[in-house]
Nanobody, 113 residues
Framework: VQLVESGGGLVQPGGSLRLSCATS????????MVWYRQAPGKQREFVAR???????IYADSVKGRFTISRDNAKNMVYLQMNNLKPEDTAVYYC????????WGQGTQVTVSS
């Protein structure tokens, strides 16, 4: 199994980024996929989840600003992040619902003016 996150960067408050997670080595379409994030000095936390049937669930802190999506043909999961805030600064990771896959390297998102 491989998980490769990309798309992070430095953005001003109010800006947008689109994160991508390329996956391989498992039957992607059968899995709930989740974006997590870990800020400096904090535990990794849940951000958003998408079921095999594309039902989406969000943490309260990102609801209305972030959108998770998936492309089963490409084995990809995405996170569109709008109206970014400094508190969104973190390393973002994707994994399955129970985090049983080996973690990827993550992608750094920094929101700062």
């Amino acid at each position: 199994v491989q998980l490769v996150e990309s798309g992070g960067g430095l953005v001003q408050p109010g800006g947008s980024l689109r994160l991508s997670c390329a996956t391989s080595g498992f039957t992607f379409s059968s899995y709930n996929m989740v974006w997590y994030r870990q800020a400096p000095g904090k535990q990794r936390e849940f951000v958003a989840r998408i079921t095999p049937g594309a039902i989406t669930i969000y943490a309260d802190s990102v609801k209305g600003r972030f959108t998770i999506s998936r492309d089963n043909a490409k084995n990809m999961v995405y996170l569109q992040m709008n109206n970014l805030k400094p508190e969104d600064t973190a390393v973002y990771y994707c994994n399955n619902l129970y985090s049983t896959f080996k973690w990827g390297q993550g992608t750094q998102v920094t929101v700062s003016s």
